[in-house]
């Protein structure tokens, strides 16, 4: 135990700032409201009230389920480039 606490004291005080705790918060905030989006559409499209109100088979059925994938990778890439620059850009 000793030789845990002589590791924190060789560390900067900067690590342990309110921006690290809020830069942590807004990661783990992003990654469950990402995955909560994953399991909301893969819910609604296979809900029977679904299918049947926008007349789906199951040939579009998979189409739209590729199609949404597709759209969710699109963002996520328009989203990274997006944050590289706003990251480089601000101070």
Known sequence: MEGLRIGLRSDP????????FALACSA????????????AIGGI???????KDYHLTA???ADLG???VSTLQA????????????????P
């Open 66 to 68: 590729s199609n949404i």
């Open 28 to 39: 783990c905030f992003g990654a469950m409201i990402f995955g909560w989006d994953i399991g």
């Open 45 to 51: 499209l296979t809900l029977p009230a679904f299918e």
């Open 13 to 20: 005080p900067e690590i342990y700032g309110w921006r690290v």
């Open 75 to 90: 963002g996520c890439l328009v989203g990274s480039l997006a944050a590289y620059w706003f990251a480089d850009k601000c």
């Open 59 to 61: 040939e579009n059925s």
